[in-house]
């Protein structure tokens, strides 16, 4: 039997539920992994199957260890051939309580790592529509939940400001004249207007396209009015993106962009140690003649594949986006030197400078931003072939497994209800798929003006004699939480269907109901106060425990998401203990109750409350006192 009087509290606080299984696969000497979760008989169960020798009965032989076994805080029975373990809740939920503070759900003992994550990384060209914005959340809470963690988090936005997308708005505003004054903020009218006419003009006239390429060259080039005036374009279009990410509660350490990676000759220093490697070759006959292959066939996983080596240059010099990748990737990891230069691009909302690679001005002291253990890039699915080789191309180059994450995700559509309300044709379809070109996608800022409003009317509908100035400020919460919220419950692995009035219940799985529930516990507990004594074993209640068993698993479900990189498993479990919360809170009186278990019950109220919280934050989305 364990005595925790001689454990540190810190061993043994951070993750009771796993302390709780550890323990029981210590005494069973067996791996934590067998160890069920039943949903009814117990809290642990284990079928005792693979500890019988020879023609020993499993009933006997658990019959026999349910006597014998001795945990702390579980009381063991069998039934049948299974051992089931029930938490003796009125000992242990005081251990339970008191380990819940700001730190519950951190790692204990981890190897702290340091991480860059990179995400958003749309071309600076066009204002960000929502699936932009799913991979920004996504990006987002995988930096929360790793910092929150305890590991060293460099959050990176790549911006390519060079190519196809740059030279149409070029063409847009010097070659055909269109204006660069507007009344639409900058970047939905660049994206919104300029670069889809400028698309349609294209299928008239042949000769822009002529034009575009000699405009493309003069960018990648720089130092010549076309480049310069591109720069300001994209400057100027970046900042108004990143007005709608810190309107969403999102940051970042660095901007790196690709005009600087191209005249810092980051490609060419990889593409002269590919060589010296001997992990690129130049085909002398055939259609590949003259360009330049990544030798992926000399790895195991591409043996055998036609076509497997990778042209990463044409044989006019052109590179390809495999090969900047690939350079990029190398700078991340520390295989190339740091030859950037850098300076502060503007100071954010949250009182964080944001810095950029440059080449001009650089600032003489920067922080470290590469050189990474581990690099994890959130890219959507369509483009997992390039990035799949970007990370065969850093095992080639280290010998080993490289560190290197392609975080990929599914796609957003519009359900057809919120496709009618932004009068986008969608006959005969149950969603539409947004695209760019077609003009057939929603700003992620038109998304919130208009979550925004909605949530506005409702939340003065409620509070009508409330102040102007905090009817905006909880109705722009509820807005920034119902987009966040339904762009992170779901796995990355699944498409979305957006719709906007869905978002916003109260009641289902949404951030309001979530935001709802945080309110309604900081509502009674300013109305119970805070207890001097309080007892929880009083805590014998069937919903009390549930709401407890909850409170235990938060630790379990932060492991998990950062193990996996899933933070739609802390939306799911935020649901679960918000459901379970409000079941206990309609049927079981707090403050009306004898003063014993009011007490226990303010105290279970409070750590709910905390855990909310922190689950909120980790995902992005705002909490609030009053709704």
């Not at 997992?384 to 080789?389: A, E, F, L, T, V």
């Not at 106060?529 to 932060?558: C, H, Q, W």
Request: with cysteine; net charge negative.
């Amino acid at each position: 039997m364990v005595n925790l009087n001689f454990i540190q509290p810190i061993v043994i606080m951070k993750n009771l539920w796993k302390f709780l299984k550890n323990e029981i696969s210590r005494e069973l000497n067996i791996n934590v992994s067998d160890i069920e979760e039943p949903l009814k008989y117990g809290d642990f169960a284990y079928p005792c199957f693979p500890l019988v020798k020879g023609d020993e009965n499993p009933v006997k032989l658990a019959e026999k260890l349910a006597k014998e076994i001795k945990i702390d805080f579980l009381e063991v029975k069998n039934i049948g051939p299974y051992l089931n373990f029930y938490v003796k809740w009125d000992e242990f939920s005081k251990v339970l309580i008191e380990s819940i503070d700001e730190d519950y759900g951190k790692a204990e003992k981890i190897e702290k790592k340091r991480v860059m994550v990179e995400h958003t990384s749309a071309n600076p060209n066009k204002a960000l529509h929502i699936g932009h914005i799913r991979n920004s959340c996504l990006g987002d809470c995988l930096s929360k939940i790793l910092k929150f963690y305890g590991h060293d988090v460099i959050i990176a936005n790549y911006i390519d400001d060079t190519g196809d997308q740059m030279s149409d708005l070029i063409i847009g505003f010097k070659v055909l004249n269109m204006p660069l004054t507007t009344d639409k903020k900058f970047d939905q009218y660049c994206g919104d207007d300029v670069y889809v006419k400028v698309n349609k003009i294209y299928k008239k006239r042949e000769d822009l396209l002529e034009k575009k390429r000699e405009i493309t060259k003069k960018i990648e080039e720089g130092n010549n009015e076309i480049a310069d005036f591109s720069n300001d374009i994209a400057r100027k279009i970046l900042l108004e993106q990143l007005k709608t990410c810190w309107r969403m509660g999102i940051y970042y350490d660095l901007l790196n962009k690709e005009t600087d990676i191209i005249q810092s000759k980051l490609w060419l220093k990889a593409f002269e140690m590919l060589k010296k490697k001997k992990l690129i070759y130049q085909p002398t006959e055939g259609e590949k003649e003259g360009c330049w292959l990544l030798k992926l066939s000399d790895l195991p996983e591409f043996e055998g594949m036609k076509d497997a080596d990778a042209i990463i240059q044409r044989s006019d010099g052109t590179v390809l986006y495999i090969g900047k990748d690939i350079a990029y990737a190398m700078w991340k990891h520390g295989f190339l030197a740091d030859d950037f230069k850098y300076n502060k691009f503007t100071n954010q909302p949250n009182d964080t400078f944001l810095w950029t690679t440059t080449i001009k001005n650089p600032e003489k002291e920067h922080p470290l931003f590469n050189d990474v253990k581990r690099s994890i890039a959130v890219i959507d699915v369509r483009q997992s072939y390039y990035q799949d080789s970007v990370i065969a191309a850093l095992k080639l180059i280290a010998k080993k497994d490289v560190d290197y994450i392609h975080y990929d995700y599914e796609l957003v559509s519009l359900s057809l209800n919120t496709a009618k309300q932004l009068d986008i044709e969608a006959e005969g379809k149950d969603f539409v798929h947004m695209s760019g070109r077609k003009g057939l996608f929603i700003n992620t800022d038109i998304v919130l003006d208009m979550l925004f409003k909605k949530a506005y009317d409702e939340t003065k509908k409620r509070n009508s004699d409330a102040e102007e100035d905090w009817l905006k400020e909880t109705s722009e919460k509820i807005a920034v939480g119902a987009l966040r919220y339904e762009l992170e419950k779901i796995s990355p692995q699944k498409t979305i269907i957006f719709d906007i009035d869905e978002s916003l219940k109260l009641e289902g799985n949404s951030a309001p109901y979530l935001q709802y529930t945080y309110t309604r516990a900081s509502s009674l507990l300013r109305k119970a106060g805070t207890p001097k004594e309080f007892d929880l074993s009083n805590l014998k209640d069937k919903k009390e425990i549930n709401v407890l068993k909850l409170l235990a698993l938060y630790p379990e479900i932060i492991e998990k998401s950062v193990n996996d990189l899933r933070p739609h498993y802390i939306a799911s479990y935020l649901y679960d203990i918000s459901n379970t919360f409000n079941q206990f809170y309609e049927t079981i009186p707090v403050i009306i109750s004898e003063e014993k278990f009011k007490n226990a019950r303010i105290k279970l109220v409070e750590s709910v409350r905390k855990v909310i919280e922190s689950g909120l934050n980790l995902l992005g989305i705002p909490t609030m006192e009053k709704m």
